[in-house]
């Protein structure tokens, strides 16, 4: 998905960038970058890739090659940025977050009428940012050109933009799928993706951007240049699974939010199962983590962690770019706890099940190390649809999703037409369903948090949540 951090500043804020953008490194495993604006140097730029090595690793010692009381970066999923560019508005910097699908259109639309180009990347694609550079330099205002940007998009996108007189207007999506926060400090302003990434920097929280809102900030104030818009649709994912533990988003913390999901999905299942008869509640680390947590503690179940993920030396199971290789790393990564397995009933609670590969192996490696029982809660309610807005299944194809792979098994394609059906666990064909998934992934049981107890545990009203990926609804 991506995440950016850019600060203005009446001393050179080169450093809080770079330890501000290291701090979303949980949100990209593609390439980052900065760029600053110093008054003798002018622009500078670094982009790294950073598949198989960290951020701090690739940037050390940018502070000694770039300077700057302006500074923006980023961490991307995706194309190299932030880009630089000369138009009409002079020169700029910029980085976006979020996914266009209408991207190709776009484009064309663009060549039909400018006689322009645009750089190619492998594959003849062009960079998304590029095209929202060119989408905002249709308006003789930058203002104007990112509300016209934001209108023309079909999907999401925040815009970081770091201007030739050292300013920085930042820009929250129309729909505010994902957040941006403002921070202060004695010295100047920062903004962010995560909250969190500014507070040991010393800045201090200012203010939360809108849906669609625009802002300018300058090492003196911030000062709104677009209102904020009326409909927020943001994405529930981010306190399932994306956000760091310590972020807040909407004034709702991460971790407190994973935990009273987690004691929801124990009340429901207090109901179905006698839970006396599980020894050990656990979390698939780590997002899982926090809502087994609360599960343990609503339930009454002790909390334990049967297996270690060894992450000294591993690194991050997706981000190899081949499966079966991200299948191996993370097979690596878990260690087993013999004490707390071998003949043990054991209850794990994951962030959410997408395709589920590794949450089969995972099972598997358990079984091989004593465990007498493996059930499997997932912390959101069943994928029905991948993601069109942040990418977070990754998936081309609907068909990856186990859920629809599982159905089509049982249905065929007239399964298609019962997708909400199958979504509820108290409907024969939901029933199962989970009934399928279990003999397929080795669950002793399967059971997912609902809708209604995952808006609960949120605490914002159902209307201001994006809930695309379980319903299939705008």
Sequence with gaps: MGGFFGAVSKRDCVLDVFYGVDYHSHLGTSRAGMAALDSEKGFQREIHNIENSPFRTKFAGITDEMQGKACIGCISDGEPQPLLIRSCHGVYAICITGKINNADALMKQYLSFSGGHFEALSGGRVNATEIVAALIDQKSDLTDGIRFAQDSIDGTANILLLKDDGSILAARDKYGRLPVNIGKSNDGYCVSFESFAYQ??????????????????????????????????????????????????????????????????????????????????????????????????????????????????????????????????????????????????????DDSIVRGTQLRETVEFLYENGAEEVHMRSACPPIMYSCKYLNFSRSTDEYDLITRRTIRELEGDEGMNHLEEYADGTTERGKNMRCAICQKLKFASLDYQSIEGLIEAIGLDESQVCTYCWTGKE
């Design 200 to 349: 040991k920097l010393g800045y201090q929280n200012e203010y939360e951007l809108g849906p669609g809102e625009i802002v300018r900030i300058t090492a003196d104030k911030t000062e709104i240049l677009s209102p904020r818009l009326g409909e927020m649709k943001i994405c529930a994912f981010l306190w399932t699974y994306y956000g760091y533990p310590n972020s807040c988003y909407e004034g709702i913390n991460v971790e407190v939010m994973r935990n009273r999901n987690g004691r929801i999905m124990a009340q429901a299942d207090s109901k179905n199962m006698d839970l006396s008869k599980i020894d050990y509640v656990s979390g698939v680390p780590d997002s899982g983590t926090p809502h087994a947590i609360g599960y343990a503690n609503e339930s009454g179940v002790p909390f334990g962690r049967p297996f270690i993920k060894y992450t000294p030396t591993w690194p991050r199971s997706f981000m190899p770019q081949n499966q079966n290789e991200r299948n191996q790393v993370a097979k690596m990564k878990q260690i087993p706890v013999h004490d707390l397995i071998e003949g043990k009933k054991l209850l794990f609670v």
